[in-house]
C-alpha cells in the first residue's frame, strides 16, 4: 500500500493509514475500548493470509476510512471492532529500560511502542499516513523502515 501510494510529496495529502495489534490472548478489553463505527470488513476477509487480495483490498479500505487499531489474534484471525489502545498506567507495565520515543513518532506510533510493553501484545505494526514508514514494535523495540527501503523478500509482486 505504502509502495503503490503515489501522493506522499503532496501537500495536504494523506496517504493510507494502518495500525494492527497482534494479541495472544483474546481478552483485550482490559486495555483497549471499542472505536466506534470503526470496523474491519469480516465478510471480505476474516483473516491474514500471506497472499490474499482480500486481505490487501480488505485493508487498502481500513487504511483510507477508518481509524483505530485493527486487532488480530495469534492464530491469524481479524476482530471486526476496530479499538482504541488505552495509555498504561504504572501498574500494568513496567518499563525497564525507560520506553525511548524517537522524535518523529506522532499518536499512533507512540501508542503502538507502548503497547508493545504488555504481555498479551505479540507485535503491533504501523503505517504512516505521512510518509509510508512501516514500524514493527516488539516488547517495547521497534524497527521501522521508511517508504523507500520497502521492498526486501516480503514484497508481493506487482
Not at 8 to 13: L, T
Not at 128 to 154: H, I, M, P
Request: with cysteine; proline share 4%; aromatic share 10%.
Amino acid at each position: 500500500m505504502s509502495l503503490s501510494f503515489s501522493q506522499w510529496d503532496e501537500p495536504y495529502v494523506t496517504g493510507p493509514s494502518l495500525y494492527f495489534i497482534v494479541v495472544a490472548d483474546i481478552d483485550f478489553g482490559k486495555y483497549t475500548d471499542p472505536l466506534g463505527d470503526n470496523t474491519w470488513p469480516v465478510d471480505q476477509c476474516r483473516s491474514v493470509t500471506i497472499s490474499s487480495d482480500e486481505f490487501i483490498d480488505a485493508a487498502r479500505n481500513v487504511a483510507f476510512n477508518c481509524d483505530g487499531a485493527v486487532v488480530i489474534a495469534a492464530d491469524r484471525t481479524i476482530h471486526e471492532q476496530m479499538v482504541r489502545v488505552r495509555t498504561p498506567n504504572t501498574t500494568e507495565v513496567v518499563e525497564e529500560p525507560p520506553i525511548a520515543y524517537a522524535d518523529w513518532m506522532g499518536t499512533k506510533h507512540l501508542s503502538a511502542l507502548e503497547i508493545s510493553h504488555r504481555e498479551e501484545v505479540l507485535a503491533s505494526v504501523t503505517l504512516s499516513e505521512e510518509n509510508g514508514r512501516v514500524t514493527v514494535f516488539q516488547n517495547g523495540k521497534y524497527n521501522d523502515s521508511e517508504r523507500e527501503q520497502l521492498g526486501g523478500r516480503w514484497r508481493i509482486a506487482d
